[in-house]
């Protein structure tokens, strides 16, 4: 949907339902739920309510998103390491 809408410009829920696998009113639902986040805006133009994606907010998204997945894989190769030594360290342990 942030795809379509960046790629739009400006988008109304029904042009948008149009073009996604799921009913208008999903895509109305989604586009409150991203208008709650601050990702999207919407506004009023006659009887149409266009949403158009806030890139200065979906940027901020995804640079808080890439520091976590950072963080996130910098536990799992430590917990990659403890599960290796442990295994090296009860392999050395074995009476042959």
Do not use: C, F
Request: no cysteine; proline share 3%.
């Amino acid at each position: 949907m942030l795809d379509l809408l960046a790629a739009q410009g400006e988008a109304t829920a029904t042009t948008l339902a149009d073009r996604l696998p799921v009913s208008r009113q999903a895509v109305v639902k989604h586009l409150a739920v991203l208008d709650a986040a601050g990702l999207v805006s919407g506004g009023r133009v006659g009887r149409e309510v266009r949403y158009a994606v806030r890139p200065a907010a979906l940027d901020t998204t995804a640079r808080w998103m890439a520091s976590l997945a950072a963080d996130w894989d910098r536990r799992l190769a430590n917990i990659k390491r403890v599960a290796e030594a442990a295994e090296r360290d009860s392999g050395s342990a074995r009476p042959d």
